[in-house]
Each structure stands twice: as structure tokens, then as C-alpha cells.
């Protein structure tokens, strides 16, 4: 069974830190792995995308990397803001055709930025 | 462009009635995936449609069904009520076909389900 976890399950950090947010799944076969950020009474909201072959993407403050050997992968924030407490989801795309109803979700990991 | 709209926002139901949750995709988008979001748990896949077919649906009951209209906006229906049905729950459109845009998605905010 495709599974993915998260780790912590909840955060807090003083604003201007940093932290990262952990993903390890079992999902195969492995296509793409996507971080969305979901605000409380918001939907998920794309950050970035991993492929296969990537092993760093940055998006701003947001950074991603993939071990696709050991099937982790982590999302650094850096210089957090009062607007990055949110729910980060890690989300595995399963196949080659993508679709999503071939993505298995994570339970989220919960960040709170405080003054 | 609009964004991909859910309604209502919140709805409170008793065990045994029956719901219905609405979805208006990003304009010119055919495909459309509902998710629950329950507490605690990931998003899981619900149903999807596509050009006005089921296309596909998840490991759920028949009691949750639904339909997709000729103007490509959906209907999330959940029949017969339980408590554990308490959740949110989101619609997405794919930004585009294949491989990279099909799982791309762009989600509604949500209709929050709450049955007592």
C-alpha cells in the first residue's frame, strides 16, 4: 500500500527561524513528489515540485530536496514568516500517467510562527 | 481567471440525511477530483470526473456519489449520514494534460461538512 509520512506532526518556531519539515514514503511506482501548503479554511496550494531526477528546487524561502534512494525528502523554510503558519502537505504521484486520483497524501506537518 | 469554487462553505447535517456539496472548476477545465479531508488523516481520493464521465473513484461507499454537468461544475452527493462523514471537503481541477500538469492540481477552498 502506498503511504506517506510526516514528520513532526506539529511545529513552532519564533518568526525570522528556520526549520524543515521531513517526508518519507513508500510509494511506487515513483513518479514526482509535490509540497502544498494549506492555510486553515484554505485549500492546498502548490509550493513545488520533485522529480525523479532532481535533487534540490528552491521556491523563494522554500526549499525542497529528494533522496529518491532512500525516499525521503524535506522542505527547509528559511526566515519564516507570520504567514508561513499553515498545515505543509507532502503529497507522491504514483505511475506514469500521472492523474490525481494516483496521489497519495500526507497527514500534513502543522507550523506555527510566533512573535 | 476565477479559481476553482466550492459551496456552501460550512454545512451541518444529522446522522441519516443527506448532503450535497457543489464545484465550479477553473473556467475551460473539464476534469474534476473531490477529496475528504477528515481530521487527522490526508487527503483521500473520492471521486474524479472528465468531459461529464466518472472517470474514476476511491475507496469509499456507494452512498457517496456524484455527477458532473454539461458546463463541467460537479456534485458531491453523501447519502445516508455517519458521524465518522464529518470533513472537509475539497474539489480540484489539473492545471493541464499529461504527465506534468495532470497532477498539478488547483483546489477549491473547501466545504466543511459537520454531521451531528
Known amino acids: 500500500k502506498n503511504q506517506v509520512e510526516q514528520s513532526p506532526q506539529s511545529l513552532i518556531i519564533l518568526e525570522g527561524k528556520n526549520c524543515t519539515l521531513q517526508?518519507?514514503?513508500?510509494?511506487?511506482?515513483?513518479?514526482?513528489l509535490r509540497w502544498y501548503k494549506q492555510d486553515t479554511g484554505r485549500g492546498p496550494v502548490s509550493l513545488t515540485i520533485?522529480?525523479?531526477?532532481?535533487n534540490t528546487k528552491s521556491n523563494g524561502r522554500y526549499t525542497a530536496t529528494l533522496d529518491a534512494d532512500t525516499k525521503q525528502s524535506s522542505l527547509h523554510i528559511t526566515a519564516s514568516q507570520l504567514s508561513d503558519s499553515a498545515s505543509y502537505i507532502c503529497v507522491v504521484s504514483a505511475g506514469l500517467t500521472g492523474g490525481g486520483n494516483k496521489l497519495t497524501f500526507g497527514t500534513g506537518t502543522q507550523l506555527k510562527v510566533e512573535l | 481567471e476565477a479559481g476553482v469554487t466550492q459551496s456552501p462553505t460550512h454545512l451541518i447535517k444529522t446522522r441519516g440525511q443527506q448532503a450535497t456539496l457543489r464545484c465550479s472548476p477553473i473556467?475551460?477545465?473539464?476534469?474534476v477530483y473531490w477529496y475528504q479531508q477528515a481530521l487527522g488523516l490526508g487527503l483521500q481520493f473520492l471521486l474524479w470526473?472528465?468531459?461529464?464521465?466518472?472517470?474514476n473513484r476511491g475507496n469509499f461507499p456507494p452512498r457517496f456519489s456524484g455527477r458532473q454537468f454539461p458546463n463541467y461544475s460537479s456534485e458531491l452527493n453523501v447519502n445516508a449520514l455517519e458521524l465518522e462523514d464529518s470533513a472537509l471537503y475539497l474539489c480540484a481541477t489539473p492545471q493541464g494534460r499529461g504527465l506534468s500538469g495532470a497532477n498539478v492540481l488547483t483546489f477549491g477552498a473547501g466545504s466543511r461538512l459537520t454531521v451531528l
Open positions: 470526473y472528465d468531459e461529464g464521465e466518472e472517470r
Open positions: 520533485m522529480t525523479f531526477s532532481e
Open positions: 517526508c518519507n514514503y513508500t510509494v511506487s511506482p515513483f513518479s514526482n
Open positions: 473556467s475551460g477545465h473539464t476534469s
